[in-house]
């Protein structure tokens, strides 16, 4: 199984400003998506932002964008401007044509 | 984006019970699959499911669990004697094709064993 590693449990930021959330994964395939959902206190799963692993430009949604380093399998998340809606578990995740697995999440928080 | 239903939204059960999760279906998504996350905690893979067998299954997937798709309706996971531990939020997520979409996320089961 592929593994999806995010080692910041938790993460804060101060509402404006600018916060990155790291994610690395193992995979011996060239080809598959990976993804960041947001899970706020609802519980729902909403995704942010996704990246196909074929295009070297980064995806950017808003004021959310990714750092996508194929070589180094590192998939970080920028989130711009942050605001206090922001605030919520985050998941990176990744799927290949028969496998989808998440990190551990990180937990966000927005300062006023 | 396309809803995914999932019902219950929380049900209540007690231990040895059996419970039944159901995710309601698109008609053109082939792809489904079971996720629980237990206290908020990571998210973890159960089953995946493709033209009506189950394509790959983890660790955590014993004998305990069922999956299926009865006439191509809703596609269930059933848990035929609830152990505390499973109390957990169950995720039934799905998507249409091999690579083009991403997954779409139902809100959620909450199940709680007593």
């Known amino acids: 199984a592929q593994t999806v590693t995010q080692s910041q449990p938790e993460m804060s930021v101060q509402e404006a400003e600018t916060v990155t959330l790291s994610c690395t994964y193992d995979?011996?395939?060239?080809?598959?998506?990976l993804f960041w959902y947001k899970q706020p206190p609802s519980r729902q799963m909403i995704l942010v932002i996704r990246q196909e692993a074929y295009k070297q430009q980064n995806a950017t949604e808003n004021r959310f964008s990714v750092n996508f380093q194929k070589a180094a399998k590192s998939f970080s998340l920028k989130i711009s401007d942050s605001q206090l809606g922001d605030a919520a578990m985050y998941f990176c995740?990744?799927?290949?044509?028969?496998?989808?697995?998440f990190g551990a999440g990180t937990r966000l928080t927005v300062k006023p | 984006e396309p809803e995914v239903t999932q019902t219950p939204s929380h049900q209540v059960t007690q231990m040895g019970q059996e419970v039944i999760l159901r995710c309601v279906p698109i008609?053109?998504?082939?792809?489904f699959y079971w996720y629980r996350q237990i206290l908020g905690q990571k998210v973890e893979f159960l089953v995946s499911f493709y033209n009506n067998e189950i394509s790959e299954k983890s660790e955590i997937f014993d004998d305990q669990f069922s999956v299926e798709r009865p006439d191509g309706s809703n596609f269930t996971l059933k848990i035929r004697s609830t152990k505390l531990e499973d109390s957990a939020m169950y995720f039934c997520a799905r998507r249409q094709s091999i690579m083009n979409t991403e997954a779409f996320f139902g809100q959620g089961t909450r199940l709680t064993v007593v």
């Open positions: 995979t011996s395939e060239s080809d598959y998506y």
């Open positions: 995740a990744y799927r290949s044509a028969d496998d989808m697995r």
């Open positions: 008609s053109n998504h082939l792809y």
